[in-house]
């Protein structure tokens, strides 16, 4: 038979479980103290209407730092009691406080936690545990969308397929593949710094927070925190284009005479910018001056090589480039990357010419089937050529427009110049190759 000292004893383990719960939120989860004594308020005041009914006269007092709620329920004293919720008895009320209180006085009466029974509590407590989750995810989202644009330091803590995921405060970051620079490993414990890209709200779950390496923003938030006159405004970042892990070509503008731009962001030895080329995995960095001259840009775009003609169409915002066969290869670049950066950067599709050819002589020395194209535009697409009876570039390039726009579902004219130029660029890269193996 248990003795009344055990069932005391429970009573205040019982209590001291309670409490220690909703103590133990405050700490761990970092709520605010004033938004959480609300929610235990209410959650308290829901068991108490259960029990007492829904008249009864109650006030939750709860204090959050020292993990103490107390429930005082107030009844008042009358003669005959009709509602046991809200009246109690002269006889009853002295017997339970030891006072003599007047009729129309009002008892008050401390409600032990114990008393509403582990069930009662146990839903109280799920209550509260479904209330936080969704002031975590608030606070998360909140938090997080702060961020967006800032560059974050975390762990590693799990190496998926797909994705990575990051450990930041205590809160699961994710880095998705598309996000990854192709070329980077990464291992449980490793320290990674990468920029908050943008935060996702997904059904009833967490906020899925999405951060990038790969990202055009992660390079310039690195120019911010490793130059000066870039982070004051004195520099800025006018045009980024990047194959992340490879190269990145980034066009900058001084707005004081007295500073040179290109210098100030490659630094003394080149100090200010290796910092950055290691931290994108040695990640070539060409920096550039801007201009408004489109010939000038295209120009300094394509270094190294050196042009001899720029010919620019504003209207198809296209520019036909005449170099020296022995520049054709640096125009180009390795698998046509500096082309390609070029273009991204200045905003215009680049042909490259060799001196004394003509484009089209050229793209008649070879045939380059269609399903080589197929990494740069897609199976889908590519099939979708061949169903309307082209075999080779020459087709499609050759193929009045009209025409081509009439046979490929969904193709737009500006979608079709891309597709143009890139095909004309891989005859010139095939030129190019052809030169350097017979010299």
Request: hydrophobic residues 35%.
């Amino acid at each position: 038979m248990k003795t009344r000292t055990s069932i005391e004893q429970q009573r205040i383990e019982r209590k001291s479980e309670i409490v220690d719960s909703f103590s133990q939120m405050v700490r761990e989860k970092g709520i605010d103290r004033d938004r959480l004594t609300s929610i235990v308020e209410d959650i308290f005041g829901m068991m108490v209407k259960k029990k007492y009914g829904p008249d009864a006269n109650f006030e939750i007092v709860a204090n959050m730092d020292k993990g103490e709620i107390e429930i005082f329920l107030i009844r008042e004293v009358v003669e005959n009691v009709e509602n046991p919720a809200t009246q109690i008895d002269s006889q009853t009320a002295y017997e339970r406080s030891g006072e003599h209180l007047e009729v129309g006085e009002e008892f008050v009466e401390i409600i032990p936690l114990e008393s509403f029974g582990r069930r009662l509590v146990s839903t109280a407590k799920q209550n509260l545990n479904q209330r936080i989750k969704e002031i975590e995810k608030d606070l998360i989202y909140d938090e997080y969308s702060e961020k967006i644009g800032e560059i974050i330091v975390g762990d590693v803590y799990q190496v998926r397929k797909n994705d990575v995921l990051i450990n930041h405060n205590r809160t699961e970051l994710v880095l998705p593949k598309s996000e990854q620079i192709a070329k980077e490993r990464y291992r449980k414990g490793d320290v990674i710094r990468a920029v908050v890209k943008e935060v996702q709200r997904k059904g009833s779950g967490m906020p899925v927070v999405i951060v990038s390496r790969a990202d055009n923003l992660f390079l310039r938030k690195l120019f911010e925190q490793e130059i000066p006159e870039v982070y004051d405004g004195i520099i800025t970042l006018r045009k980024i284009a990047r194959e992340p892990g490879e190269r990145a070509k980034v066009a900058v503008q001084s707005h004081d005479d007295r500073i040179d731009a290109v210098g100030a962001c490659v630094g003394m030895k080149g100090v200010r910018i290796h910092s950055i080329v290691r931290e994108l995995n040695n990640e070539n960095i060409d920096v550039i001056n801007y201009t408004d001259d489109p010939y000038l840009f295209i120009q300094r775009a394509l270094a190294p090589a050196k042009l001899l003609e720029v010919t620019i169409d504003r209207a198809t915002r296209t520019a036909k480039v005449r170099v020296e066969p022995d520049q054709a290869s640096l125009a180009i670049g390795r698998n046509g990357q500096n082309i390609r950066l070029a273009s991204e950067l200045t905003g215009y599709r680049i042909e490259i010419v060799k001196e004394g050819e003509d484009i089209t002589k050229t793209m008649d020395e070879y045939e380059i089937e269609l399903d080589e194209f197929i990494e740069d535009f897609g199976e889908e697409l590519i099939e979708t050529f061949k169903a309307a009876g082209y075999r080779t570039a020459n087709d499609v390039i050759q193929a009045p427009v009209s025409e081509l726009l009439a046979k490929i579902p969904g193709m737009t004219i500006e979608r079709l110049n891309d597709i143009v130029v890139e095909m004309k660029n891989a005859f010139t890269e095939e030129s190019a190759e052809e030169d350097e193996e017979t010299a």
